[in-house]
Structure formats: structure tokens, C-alpha cells
């Protein structure tokens, strides 16, 4: 049954509250989801041209990118750091109330002449006069926080990919300052870090994404506005 090129295709988050949450988007619109293949895959109960597949966030983007997968739902961060390429290929079809979170640029607490970019530009340049070596930025949003910093005239830094928890990154001394996702800045409070006072790179929710290579598919428009109201 899902081998026909009828059959729409939804990536849909595989775990965390972002999965919760739009599961009940589902469940608000009385779309009941059957799970099955030990949760990797599900149908829904009554709509026999819908497959949907359980994909990590990152990786539902790329699916929709290559046309893998028709609709998914994933967080607008994940979309905007993804490469052009990417986004070029993909639609938001709808914004939702809920996986809400800011991608911040975050210093030590102990860093109390620093308020402001302007402020961090001249850390910066301190830095590489003194210390012969770049400031160091730990991210797991490298793209966009390049492109924040070179846009607001910071330049004098070094990208540091985090694989792991970013926040601790200042502590272990993989870098001086971090940017990072955060929904109430509790967690970078935790590890004394806060957030620069015109640090904001970008607001982020939960959306419903098309791939433009589905446009055309039997049957999308319904199942989207299905979603959408």
C-alpha cells in the first residue's frame, strides 16, 4: 500500500516534547495515528494514502529537502541552519504555538563590562592582541551564528562545533562564550551564563513544512489544510 506514488509521506518528530506536541496536532483534528514497526512508521486510522515516518528534527529537514518525505514537522532553528541549498527546497506551510524557543549568544556571568556585541567586539580584538588566539564560540548552529555576528560587525572569532551539552562548554574550556537554543534561559542561569542584552539571533516554534518537490502530489492540499486549521 505505501509503494504508491499516491501515498503522501509525513515526517513527524520521534521523540521529546516536540513530538508530543504535535502528535497533538493530530489528535485535536481527530487524526487518529496508528503506530507500528516498533514506532518507526504509522498510518492513519481511516486515511489509507498517509505514511507516516518518526525522524529525528535535523533529519526530517533533509528528507523534505530531497523530496523523501511530502510534509514534517520540525522547528524553524533547524530550517534557517540548514544550507541555502536546503532551505530552497522546502515551504513553511504553517507556524504553531508551541516548541518555542530563542537561539541566544551567551557569555560568562563573570564577564561584567561585557553587555553588549559592542561590548564582545572589543573582548574580541582583546583577545587576539593579548592572547594571540580568536574567541572561541561553542555552537551546534554554526551557520547562523556566523551570520548574526558578521551581520552586527563581530568578526574576530572562532566556531567551535558542540556535539554535546553546549552550555558547559565555557567550564570543560572548549570556549569562551556559547549560542545556543533555550526556552527560559534557566538552564544557561544554572551554568552561569547569561544572555547578551542584544544577543537574540533568532526566534523559534514548531512548523509544518512541505517539500516544494510534492507540490503537485494527489491529495497534499487537503491533508495541509487539514493540518493548517
Given at each position: ?36 514497526d516498533r ?28 523530496g523523501n ?145 510534492s507540490t ?14
Amino acid at each position: 500500500m505505501f509503494m504508491s506514488n499516491n501515498i503522501i509521506k509525513i515526517g513527524l518528530p520521534s521523540k521529546g516534547r516536540l513530538k508530543e506536541d504535535t502528535l497533538k496536532v493530530f489528535k485535536k483534528r481527530k487524526l487518529n495515528i496508528i503506530s507500528k514497526d516498533r514506532g518507526l512508521f504509522g498510518y492513519i486510522k481511516k486515511i489509507s494514502n498517509i505514511k507516516i515516518i518518526y525522524l529525528h528534527a535535523r533529519e526530517c529537514i533533509e528528507q523534505l529537502s530531497l523530496g523523501n518525505i511530502d510534509l514534517g514537522f520540525s522547528g524553524l532553528d533547524l530550517l534557517r541552519e540548514s544550507e541555502t541549498n536546503i532551505q530552497n527546497n522546502i515551504s513553511i506551510v504553517n507556524k504553531f504555538n508551541y516548541g518555542q524557543a530563542n537561539l541566544v549568544l551567551a557569555i560568562p556571568d563573570l564577564w561584567i563590562d561585557v553587555q553588549t556585541l559592542l561590548d564582545l567586539d572589543e573582548v574580541a580584538f582583546e583577545f587576539k592582541r593579548k592572547k594571540k588566539r580568536l574567541l572561541r564560540v561553542a555552537s551546534k548552529y554554526p551557520n547562523l551564528t556566523r551570520t548574526f555576528l558578521y551581520s552586527k560587525g563581530v568578526t574576530q572569532f572562532q566556531l567551535v562545533q558542540s556535539l554535546g551539552s553546549t552550555e558547559i562548554s565555557p567550564f570543560t574550556g572548549t570556549s569562551e562564550i556559547i549560542s545556543d537554543i533555550t526556552s527560559t534561559g534557566a538552564t544557561l542561569k544554572a551554568n552561569n551564563l547569561r544572555i547578551l542584552k542584544d544577543g537574540l539571533i533568532l526566534r523559534s516554534q514548531a512548523a509544518l513544512m512541505q517539500s516544494k518537490l510534492s507540490t503537485k502530489k494527489i491529495g497534499i492540499k487537503k491533508i495541509i489544510n487539514l493540518l493548517s486549521k
